[in-house]
């Protein structure tokens, strides 16, 4: 098991590293001189000023070098600072609380109801309630995420004033249930289509069969026999979920003014704020990776033959 865990974290290094360096390629690619968008427009930043901030954070040096001075300082624990001066690690401590509490709530609504959905596909097939959830799922893959956000903001949150629009004054729950099941629309098609087919496979199996011909109330037949072994394969897939809902809070948290780590990037982009993106940024892909390798890990748990591939 260690010499597994040994080569599931030497993966992880090259990955990160990758996506580290593309991300800080993209920041930095963009047209315009960070400084002066720091100054805002209409406004000159004194070249006095301009020029210990651009010694600050390396802008005058090449790119590989200034992705060596960052890479320096994210090995010893320092994140930087943004063009401000407040410290990355204190806009990361003030946001991840936010980012962490939507991502958890979206898991939620995508494992609950996808897995309900799924079920009920599985054990209807070929009906209405089987035919709606399909339909459904694929409604709800053609439509743009951001289309939707707005469409549930306005709707729900504006129009209807069931939900709060914006913000997190409401406080968890409330706040976060109209942004939350917006961002799990992400995985929640691919969850309860999964669950549909496992369910289907699971329906005729022996052990099923079995329950069935010992009389047993299908209640119970459906939640011991079926949906408790068909939801191996959609807990994997949910582990996976969660790294990909917590790193991928950007566009919902700035639509839905979350003052989350999706928020800060999306603030930072406007204003050239590359230390903020790149850091914040970094540190999703970071928490992506460890999701995926406890999820690893966990198959290898489950099945020791995964640890010898």
């Known amino acids: 098991m260690g010499r597994y865990i040994l080569r599931r974290l030497a993966m992880a290094v090259p990955v990160l590293l990758g996506t580290t360096f593309i991300i800080y390629l993209a920041v930095y690619a963009l047209p315009g001189d960070p400084i002066q968008a720091l100054a805002g427009p209409g406004r000159v930043v004194s070249p006095s000023v301009a020029q210990v901030l651009r010694e600050r954070h390396h802008l005058d040096d090449p790119l590989i070098v200034q992705y060596g001075f960052y890479l320096k300082g994210l090995l010893t624990g320092d994140m930087g600072v943004d063009f401000d001066g407040r410290p990355i690690s ?3 401590a003030a946001g991840w609380p936010v980012t962490f509490q939507l991502g958890v709530t979206a898991w939620l609504f995508e494992a609950v109801i996808g897995v309900l959905l799924g079920t009920l596909a599985g054990i209807r097939r070929g009906r209405a309630a089987d035919l709606a959830v399909l339909g459904g799922t694929t409604l709800v893959m053609g439509v743009p995420f951001f289309v939707a956000a707005y469409v549930a903001q306005i709707v729900f949150g504006v129009n209807l004033g069931w939900l709060p629009a914006s913000g997190t004054d409401a406080g968890w729950p409330l706040a976060y249930i109209l942004p939350g099941l917006v961002l799990a629309l992400y995985g929640l098609p691919q969850t309860a289509r999964l669950t549909r087919t496992s369910v289907l496979e699971n329906l005729h199996a022996d052990h099923v069969d079995t329950a069935v011909a010992k009389g047993l109330p299908r209640r ?13 394969p959609v807990v994997s897939l949910l582990g ?9 809070t950007v566009l919902i948290e700035g639509i839905f003014n979350l003052p989350g780590l999706g928020y800060q990037i999306f603030a930072a982009i406007p204003k050239h704020d590359g230390p903020v993106v790149v850091g914040i940024g970094s540190l999703l892909v970071l928490v992506f990776l460890l999701v995926n390798l406890i999820v690893d890990l966990l198959y290898g748990i489950l099945d020791p033959r995964i640890r010898l591939r």
């Open 220 to 232: 119970i037949v459906v939640a011991r026999h079926i949906v408790r072994n068909s939801l191996i």
């Open 240 to 248: 996976v979920s969660l790294g990909y809902l917590l790193s991928g």
């Open 90 to 92: 204190e806009i990361v």
